[in-house]
């Protein structure tokens, strides 16, 4: 089991910057990814980053250039630094870390408890 805290969320004004921290712990081995999901009222949720193992990144179009994820491998930490926030950024994030089994070959997904992030305008 691999266990999620995240913490970052709150309150900003329209352009402002937040940055979202997710602390892994448990059987925090064989991790491929880590990223960021974001959920508004009413939408699906969607990825907003990714970071793979290798340190390869995604990011969803309507935050590139502005958003940056990154991890701090010591800490067994992922963060999310988001700048120029917009109203549409509003939204419930959760953390994300997909790891890999051998018996069976599968990936697992876990999930934090999610942080709300809201953005006045």
């Known amino acids: 089991q691999v266990h999620l805290v995240e913490s970052g969320g709150g309150l900003v004004q329209d352009g402002g910057s937040l940055r979202l921290s997710c602390v892994a712990s448990?059987?925090?081995?064989?991790?491929?990814?880590m990223g960021w999901y974001r959920q508004a009222p009413g939408k699906q949720r969607e990825l907003v980053a990714a970071?793979?193992?290798?340190?390869?990144?995604t990011y969803t179009d309507a935050v590139k250039g502005r958003f940056t994820i990154s991890t701090d491998n010591a800490r067994n930490t992922v963060y999310l630094q988001m700048n120029s926030l917009k109203p549409e950024d509003a939204a419930v994030y959760s953390c994300?870390?997909?790891?890999?089994?051998?018996?069976?070959?599968?990936?697992?997904?876990?999930w934090g408890q999610g942080t709300q992030v809201t953005v006045s305008s």
């Open positions: 994300n870390v997909k790891r890999h089994t051998l018996f069976p070959d599968a990936t697992l997904d876990y």
């Open positions: 448990g059987s925090i081995f064989n991790i491929n990814a």
């Open positions: 970071i793979t193992r290798e340190g390869t990144t």
